[in-house]
């Protein structure tokens, strides 16, 4: 029998050591992704790789020196009498009434005291805590110190208590020996629901066929073959697989050397860990896929947006005011004196969009970077066009991206579009749109219109002095002559003529200029409103696809094994 029953299948695959460094930094990867992702992606998405930080956490800080292995199976299959008999007592009760165990039972080879935090953490109560070290037998079980054997509960329970607390200690344990039996060994729960989800933990993984003494020496052979094909299948090819014999010391053996190899190499936990880290690299390797992090939003989908916004914010309708407040001022600056003043008396068109008036008045440019302009809200058609824009933007920029990433650039470029219209007020208020300073040439003109008006006044003032003369009957003026034009009559007409001459060639000049401070208007609120949009919508976005590329960056460390 015990040839048979002490047989190993397989050699243990697992001989590659864990280094607990790296595993550290693995960890530390997966704690980095967490970070880049939080508040980006899903909660429910990232549970257990918060579940393996906090739990890889402790298990490290825990005993490092113990190896904490569970017998896992369905009931009956004789997980209570293989713990009894590796213990070589009669810990754990066995039974004929199914299920037996309901709670954990434990058994320390070795000190309590240094097992005790990781059992408290594991949560086996005190009273099921045994400790396997006697005087009489101190040596044969020495090889064993520092294991901490689990016998659990049945894992196909009619007591759904008894498959929570399997389920949730199969998530801590270092090691799992998997207890199968002849009749029960095909079962399907045991494969689809548990050992198949074990397939990333080949090298903490053992099965064992047990009461392999209710089947004859010429069947067990057959049975391990079609249990081996099975767990080929499960994702568990290579794992060891030892014939047992609970009732019979030598059908023991196998299992106790594997045991004893395990706790020797103390790379069980470690081994666990890492399994972990595979298992939940993989579950997030489709949140980040192998897409390569964008740059940022592209120049179609950026100027797009530069054009929503500045329709938003009323650009046209500004710069359309520039040039009519150009034409205005310079018409008051440099047209016909006498008309003058009924030009200042129409309102300046920027001032009527409450910002910055002509220079020197007083009542508005103090309060332009506080007070809402006037310029007309957007409407309807602004406003969606804004929004499509916004979204082109957030579309552009996560095109490549995995499913669970669009939304989040979505919602970051669309994050502040509440503050947008304040924001895009301000920097229209706050714009110089050019027309502080009067031109030079405005001045020239002006001075030029005056003196023809005045040689016009004097000419004026002349006629009317030699008609007074005349009328009082005193010596008339001896006016000199331009040509066959009496020198006043010369002065007034001139004057007249030349100012509306200089009014009339003044005209065009004005019209290209006012042109001219449009467009330097229009580049000036452009340039301005495309610095809104950047910090308003293009940082969050660029700052959601620096967090991708931090989080793939993470993963791709914790991958690294
Ligand atoms: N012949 C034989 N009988 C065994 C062997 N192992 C266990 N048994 C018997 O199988 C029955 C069930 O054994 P348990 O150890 O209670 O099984 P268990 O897996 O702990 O069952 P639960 O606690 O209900 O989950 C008992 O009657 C044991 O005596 C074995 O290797 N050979
Ligand atoms: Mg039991």
Redesign the pocket.
Known sequence: MSNIAGRVREVFRGDQRVDADALIARLDAVRRFLTAVDGLLPDGDLVPAHTLVERAGTRLALSRDHTVVALA????????????ALARLEL?????R????GVTHACVWGPLEGANHLLDWIGVLPRHRFVRESALDADDETALHGLILL????FD?VQRSHRLEVDRLLGLVDQVVW?V?PQKYADRVIHDSYLREFHRHRDVTVVVL?????LSPAEVPRVLDDLRRLLDTDGLTGVPLLA?????PA?MVGLRDTMERTVAERQAALRRLAGDVDTVVAGLDQLVGSARPAGGPDDTAVNGLNRALAGAAGVPAVTEAVERAYRHRAGAATGWPVVRGWRRLRPDPLRRLHLPGPPGDQSDPAESLVAATSVPDPTAAQRSALGLAIRAVADRAAADLPAAWPGAVTSAARSRLGDLPDALDRTIAGTDLGLDRRPVWWRAVGGVQWLVTLAAVVGLGWLVLGYALRVLGLPALDNPVVGAVPLPTALLLGGLLAGLLVAALTRPVVRWAARRARARAEQRLTARVAQVGDEYVLTPVRIVLGSYAQARDALRDAARG
């Not at 754990?92 to 004929?96: E, H």
């Not at 047990?210 to 209710?214: E, K, V």
């Open positions: 199976g369905a009931t009956g299959s004789g997980k209570s009498s293989l713990f009894n754990s009760p066995v039974g004929v199914r299920p037996t165990t016998d659990l509960p049945d329970s207890v039996d047990n009461q392999a003494d209710r047992t014999t609970a009732v019979d059908g």
